[in-house]
C-alpha cells in the first residue's frame, strides 16, 4: 500500500508563492503517476497537476499553465507543486495522489487510487 503524506501549504496573499511537496512511501507500478487535485468548498475536486515519474512528462489544467510547476524527485521520492503568483481562486485543499496508469485522462480523480491527507491553501487579496 502506498502512503502519501503532503505538506508546505499555508496562508498567503495574492501574488505570493507556495510550494507543496508529497512524500511517497514507495515508489510501484501504483504510483507510475503522481497527481495533484485541489478542493474548494462546495466545489468538486479538480485535477491540477500530474507527472509520470519515470520520464517527467507533465500534465497540467489551463488555469495554472503559466503559474504552477510539478516536479519530482525520485531519490528522495517527492513530488512537488510550486505555485506562483497564487490568486484567491487557488484557496483549496490540495491532495497528492498516486496512479498505475492515467486511463481516462490525468485529471480524473478515480484514476488515482491512493491520496494523500491533504493540505490547505489561502490566499487572501
Known amino acids: 500500500q502506498v502512503q502519501l503524506v503532503e505538506s508546505g501549504g499555508g496562508s498567503v496573499q495574492a501574488g505570493g508563492s507556495l510550494r507543496l511537496s508529497c512524500v511517497v512511501s514507495?515508489?510501484?507500478?501504483?504510483?507510475?503517476?503522481m497527481g495533484w487535485f485541489r478542493q474548494a468548498p462546495g466545489k468538486e475536486r479538480e485535477g491540477v497537476a500530474s507527472i509520470h515519474t519515470p520520464n517527467g512528462r507533465t500534465y497540467y489544467t489551463d488555469s495554472v499553465k503559466d503559474r504552477f510547476t510539478i516536479s519530482r524527485d525520485n531519490i528522495k521520492r517527492t513530488v512537488y507543486l510550486q505555485m506562483n503568483n497564487l490568486q484567491p481562486d487557488d484557496t483549496a485543499m490540495y491532495y497528492c495522489?498516486?496512479?498505475?496508469?492515467?486511463?481516462?485522462?490525468?485529471?480524473?480523480?478515480?484514476?488515482?487510487?491512493?491520496w494523500g491527507q491533504g493540505t490547505q491553501v489561502t490566499v487572501s487579496s
Open positions: 495522489a498516486a496512479a498505475p496508469y492515467l486511463g481516462s485522462g490525468w485529471y480524473k480523480s478515480q484514476v488515482y487510487k491512493y
Open positions: 514507495e515508489y510501484t507500478s501504483s504510483s507510475v503517476f
